[in-house]
């Protein structure tokens, strides 16, 4: 299910557990990138630099970056 946020952000802004609407910014960030072999290194990276993210960066863990990778990968199969 989609925020309120979207993929590009907005008033509530985007927060780690927003996963898909992060993998549908990701996708249109990066649609030459299989999502498949991203580090998760690199993904905290790319998803901190979303316009209208906004939460913590130590807020992620290996669990949520894993589930945006998912969702990700699915967006991208689509």
């Known amino acids: 299910m989609r ?7 907005g008033a509530m802004g985007l927060k780690w557990t927003d996963t898909q609407d992060i993998a549908l910014a ?3 960030q990066h ?3 299989n999502p498949q072999f991203v580090r998760f290194t690199d ?6 630099g ?7 960066p130590e ?6 970056l894993e589930a ?3 969702a990700w990968i699915s967006e991208a199969d689509g």
Request: proline letters at 3%; a negative charge; aromatic letters at 6%.
């Open 26 to 28: 990701l996708c249109e």
């Open 50 to 56: 979303i316009d209208g993210f906004d939460d913590a």
């Open 3 to 9: 925020s309120e946020a979207g993929a590009t952000g």
């Open 68 to 70: 945006i990778q998912m």
């Open 59 to 64: 807020r992620s863990s290996e669990k949520i």
């Open 31 to 33: 649609p030459d990138v």
């Open 43 to 48: 993904l905290h990276r790319w998803v901190l």
